[in-house]
């Protein structure tokens, strides 16, 4: 499975972004996927993953800002970010996971999101 990133970018505070993740290679037993997020100096985090049949997860951090999406016909997941603060600011990774073992199986390359005050 590989997973390639993109969307991140510099914004400013308030502002709104879309990261995109496409999905390739033998992706058929994936049960869900995930956002993830390292900032500076700081271990990378859980951000929002949804399972297979539809289910969200949000860490409280971003519930209300932040949506997660998938398009399976395209294999593609996507995070789309409203409100953005200062402290979103980190390398964004995707993940694709089996089962419910969330957070373990396959990450993208990372796509950098900056928010500027």
């Known amino acids: 499975v590989q997973l390639q990133a993109s969307g991140g970018g510099l914004v400013q505070a308030g502002g709104s972004l879309r990261l995109s993740c496409a999905a390739s290679g033998s992706i058929f037993s994936i049960n869900g996927w995930g956002w993830y997020r390292q900032a500076p100096g700081k271990q990378r985090e859980f951000v929002a993953h949804i399972i297979s049949y539809g289910s969200t997860n949000y860490a409280d951090s971003v519930k209300g800002r932040f949506t997660i999406s998938r398009d399976n016909a395209n294999n593609m997941v996507y995070l789309q970010m409203n409100s953005l603060k200062p402290e979103d600011t980190a390398v964004y990774y995707c993940?694709?996971?089996?089962?419910?073992?969330?957070?373990?199986?396959?990450w993208g390359q990372g796509t950098q999101v900056t928010v500027s005050s």
């Open positions: 993940n694709a996971f089996y089962g419910l073992a969330y957070g373990t199986g396959y």
